[in-house]
């Protein structure tokens, strides 16, 4: 352990309440043109382990070259809409590595979560990997990401390579340093920058195995979405949790998961005054917003007993924690309570989305963390986001606003992360390189438009195609003239029934930001 933070860290946490009580909510920034509201970072999010736990030092995972990805052919089923509502989506492909041991066990599930993504249509590449460094599985996805069609994103399903990264990082204005190592997975999305295990500075090596140093391209190219739980023994087996998973992510993607679409802000007291900002996010996808960010009303208590069991489709959160869960303050943060994993097992939310702005809540790499065990909870649970290290979201108007249009949640965070390493690059490492998506990357919010389409006289009428512009895609109505179909959250376009020989009243239905799912969208046919 560096020489400094052992003699300073009492000194370090001193410092630290000092500076909280005497900087309010937020910490001066002294870089950045950006509005006076963006240009402050955040009090950073802090270890506050549940069970007296220490941060951990992450050994070097070892693995073996040669890379062997062996093909998996499905057969495909047919696109029923497209994934391409914004112009900016560069590809529509997406790569699935799964693990080969694993492969066997959960093939059946698999081939049905493939055939969801190519009706919403995507192109996706299956491959089984065999063996091979973590260098290698990044060279064969920029090597895939250069070809023609692009690669929009890839998820890691069961034990997939991945690296750790070390820094010094201040929190302070360089006042003082602390050492943290963690998994990285935006070493993977940033396919073609230049990544090295080469620095000197203080507890940082060269020589390791723990890359530190960064270089050339720093964009992320693709997004990726992990899909690990082997170490989320609280739930099940390795493969009885993943095959539960692809269970709840086709009912969700038809229509069989998810509640009132309505989203919940909860914020705790050291970040009490970011809560307006991060309910407008949200009202950009979501109409029914509860925003919660007074100091006093967050606190354990309430968030175990009205607010994860409530009817919330997305849940984001800004408190402190560890891999083991996350707690909030109450009495002028005289206790602090704790939120463990093993109550989000016991309680089951409803919800489908988080957001843990929680020290290394996202640390996939620790046995039963929160956000393995929120994304693949039992019966709810599809994406969680947040940081494996200390750090987390925030400027993420970035990320809202691509979810708002129709993309991905891997979309909304790459777009997210782009812009704000350009805006913030000092701050990029410390805040956001340990930033990770644990679950299915490709979904995004949706809400659920259906009706019926019967004749004047009261007969139901199958067969007709309700097309949804705006690459909407297209719904039929059933035997009972019963359609139902899922259009992105925010998504503003026109619907037009056609059948032969047959015209309707409404001729089309408009909508502009559809933010709730809308029942009783009716049409009479007159044939
Ligand atoms: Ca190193
Ligand atoms: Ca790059
Ligand atoms: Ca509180």
């Known amino acids: 352990m560096h020489k400094k933070f052992r003699m300073g860290r009492e ?83 997406i790569l699935l590595v799964v693990e080969d041991s694993l492969y066997a066990s959960i093939k059946t599930k698999l081939q049905r979560f493939v055939q969801d993504l190519q009706k919403e249509g995507w192109g996706v ?4 990997f065999g063996s091979g460094t973590a260098p290698s599985l990044r060279a064969y996805l920029r090597s895939r990401y250069k070809e023609k069609g692009g690669l929009a994103g890839a998820l890691f399903i069961g034990d997939i390579p991945y690296i750790v990264y070390e820094m010094m990082q201040s929190w302070d204005n360089n006042t003082s340093w602390e050492y943290e190592d963690f998994p990285c997975d935006i070493y993977y999305m940033d396919v073609d920058g230049a990544w090295s295990d080469s620095k000197t500075d203080q507890d940082v090596r060269p020589g390791n195995g723990k890359y530190d140093t960064r270089s050339g391209n720093l ?17 099940g087996t390795e493969a009885g949790v993943l095959n539960n998973y692809f269970e709840k992510n086709h009912l969700f993607r038809t229509g069989g998961l998810g509640t009132a679409p309505s989203a919940l802000v909860y914020d705790d007291d050291d970040w009490s005054g970011m809560g307006t900002g991060d309910k407008s996010n949200m009202k950009k996808i979501f109409s029914g917003v509860t925003e919660i960010s007074d100091a006093e009303k967050t606190t ?5 007993t009205n607010r994860l069991p409530a009817p919330l489709e997305f849940i984001y959160t800004r408190s402190h924690g560890w891999p ?18 093993a109550e989000y097992v016991k309680i089951v939310p409803k919800a489908l989305f988080y957001s843990f702005f929680v020290c290394s809540g996202s640390d996939f790499t620790a046995a039963d963390n929160l956000g393995g065990v929120a994304a693949f909870n039992q019966k709810s649970g599809l994406l969680a986001y947040g940081s494996a290290k200390t750090g987390g979201i925030w400027v993420d108007d970035w990320f809202f606003e ?22 913030y690059p000092d701050y990029a490492p410390r805040w956001w390189y340990g930033m990770v998506l644990v679950g299915d990357a490709a979904l995004r ?41 899922p259009v992105f959250c925010g998504w503003s376009g026109t619907a037009t029934p056609k059948k032969s020989g047959t015209t309707f009243q409404p001729a089309s239905r408009s909508y502009t930001k559809a933010l709730a799912n809308k029942t009783g969208q009716n049409y009479k046919a007159v044939q």
């Open 11 to 93: 000194l370090v946490l001193s410092l630290a309440v000092f500076l909280i009580l005497l900087s309010a909510t937020i910490w001066p920034d002294a870089s950045g043109p950006a509005s006076a509201a963006k240009s402050r970072q955040p009090l950073p999010t802090r270890w506050m382990a549940g069970d007296g736990s220490a941060k951990p030092v992450h050994a070097v995972p070892v693995y073996t070259d040669p890379l062997r990805m062996i093909p998996v052919e499905f057969p495909a089923a047919r696109a029923l809409s497209s994934v391409r509502p914004i112009a900016t989506a560069a590809s529509t492909r």
């Open 125 to 128: 590449l299956v491959y089984r």
């Open 219 to 235: 964009g992320l190219e693709i997004w990726v979405g992990r899909l690990q739980t082997s170490n989320l023994t609280c739930l």
């Open 300 to 304: 354990a208590a309430d968030y175990k």
């Open 324 to 341: 083991g869960g996350h707690g909030y303050y109450r009495n002028s943060k005289a206790n602090f309570d704790y939120v463990l994993c």
């Open 402 to 423: 691509t979810l708002a249009q129709g993309g991905t949640f891997g979309a909304a965070f790459v777009h997210w992360f782009n812009h704000a390493q350009t805006t």
């Open 445 to 485: 919010p949706m809400v659920w438009i259906s009706g019926t389409v019967k004749t004047g006289a009261g007969a139901v009428v199958p067969g007709v195609t309700i097309t949804f512009s705006g690459n909407g895609g297209k719904a039929v109505t059933d035997a009972q003239g019963v359609y139902r179909w």
